[in-house]
């Protein structure tokens, strides 16, 4: 999808893709900035863990808690801060890692996409994890103006956490720990139940028949139909896996590395081609 988009925009570059484990994720991000790079996309597990190891976090990643994405950054001749790839490289002697997170607005415009969602507001969702992205989605569906929201998580107090943050930032909104005791909208899968074959589903499938929520959203991407998206398709759900909602966070990545217009239909297309071959 990257080589794609940065193909289409005639750019000498490359996009690659590296395992670090979180114990190296700051040397990680030290060595990026020392070889050159122009910047990086973070995935579980280091969204949260990145926040405090940038020199600047954007205000929408400082919202939503979590840095999906690193642009590099060097002062121009007029003091201003500039993406590495749009400075000549004499001008990069001071070089800063400025974090940003282009998820939470990424999954509102997937689920636009694939539901008829065209109106957020007043709908009740339950979400299931409490981590980065899941953080990022609670949030900006808060602001959103969504009725309740519900959060599970298998460990308790991650989900506690979670609430509270959603409520210091938008005190007066109905978030709730647990599962709902009434129909919901929409259900999010936000955590990575579903990425292996083996996995249990992050929801009970007897809950899914007894409460049929209207739509079933999966973060994950790979495979094309989760378990949970399988279940919730059998019983009547309108369903959609995580594929747009990676799309568009790619997408806006590439254009705060490049301050260009991401070429969306090539990117698109080439996941399309590629993701479930």
């Not at 395992?19 to 040397?27: F, I, K």
């Not at 940003?100 to 009740?124: C, V």
């Not at 210091?168 to 292996?196: C, Q, Y």
């Not at 279940?231 to 490049?258: D, I, K």
Request: aromatic share 6%.
């Amino acid at each position: 999808m990257q080589n794609a988009g940065i193909a289409a925009l005639g750019l000498n570059w490359r996009y690659l893709a590296f395992d670090v484990a979180p114990e190296q994720l700051q040397p990680a991000i030290e060595g990026a900035r020392t070889m050159g790079f122009i910047g990086l996309n973070l995935t579980v597990p280091h969204k949260i863990l990145a926040v405090p190891m940038m020199d600047e976090v954007d205000a929408a990643a400082r919202k939503w808690g979590a840095v999906n994405t690193i642009v590099f950054e060097a002062r121009g001749v007029d003091g201003e801060w500039r993406p590495v790839g749009q400075t000549e490289p004499g001008a990069r002697a001071a070089v800063r890692a400025h974090g940003y997170n282009t998820d939470a607005d990424a999954i509102i415009q997937a689920l636009r996409e694939e539901f008829p969602l065209k109106e957020l507001r007043g709908a009740k969702v339950l979400l299931l994890g409490a981590g980065g992205a899941a953080s990022a989605a609670a949030l900006r569906l808060a602001e959103e103006g969504i009725a309740t929201l519900w959060i599970v998580n298998r460990t308790k107090s991650k989900a506690r956490e979670l609430k509270d943050a959603v409520l210091r930032t938008f005190p007066g909104f109905d978030a709730r720990e647990g599962f709902p005791d009434t129909a919901v909208d929409l259900v999010i899968n936000g955590t990575s139940l579903g990425l292996k074959a083996e996995d249990p589903m992050p929801l009970d499938a007897a809950w899914l028949e007894r409460n049929r929520p209207g739509r079933v959203f999966d973060m994950i991407y790979r495979p094309r139909e989760t378990a949970l998206l399988k279940a919730a398709r059998s019983v009547g759900c309108q369903t959609a896996n995580g594929m747009g909602m990676l799309l568009h966070q790619g997408a806006r990545a590439l254009e705060l590395w490049t301050e260009k217009r991401a070429p969306v239909a090539a990117m698109r297309a080439a996941l399309e081609a590629n993701i479930y071959v």
